[in-house]
């Protein structure tokens, strides 16, 4: 069973919201349809939850590959250089 990755920023751009409404709502392949038990109110709940789900920190406009983890603070100064 193949499910997208949520978290690509590659399939976050390609899906539509009226897209992954229409898949929660009518199912598609192994995903179940949702539509006959979640209200209209629920469904777009679920289209936003599922764009919460995008991994953080990948800039729009960028074309470099998008980070998957914030780059994390330095922790402490640089060492410094062999003083000898
Ligand atoms: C409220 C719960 C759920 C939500 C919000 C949800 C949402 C989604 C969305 C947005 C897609 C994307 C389809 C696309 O455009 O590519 C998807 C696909 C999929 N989901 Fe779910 N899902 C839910 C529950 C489930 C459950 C319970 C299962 C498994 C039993 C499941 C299995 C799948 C599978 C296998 C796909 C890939 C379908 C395909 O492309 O053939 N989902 N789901």
Excluded: C, N, Y
Aim: net charge negative; hydrophobic share 45%.
């Amino acid at each position: 069973m193949q499910m997208p990755d949520f978290r690509s920023a590659e399939w976050q751009e390609a899906a539509t919201d009226e897209g992954i409404a229409a898949v929660i709502e009518r199912g598609r392949g192994m995903m179940p349809a949702f539509g006959d038990r979640v209200p209209e109110q629920g469904i777009r709940a679920l289209v936003t939850h599922v764009r919460t789900l995008r991994a953080a920190a990948a800039p729009a406009a960028s074309t470099a590959p998008a980070p998957t983890t914030p780059a994390p603070a330095p922790a402490s100064p640089e060492p410094a250089a062999p003083t000898e």
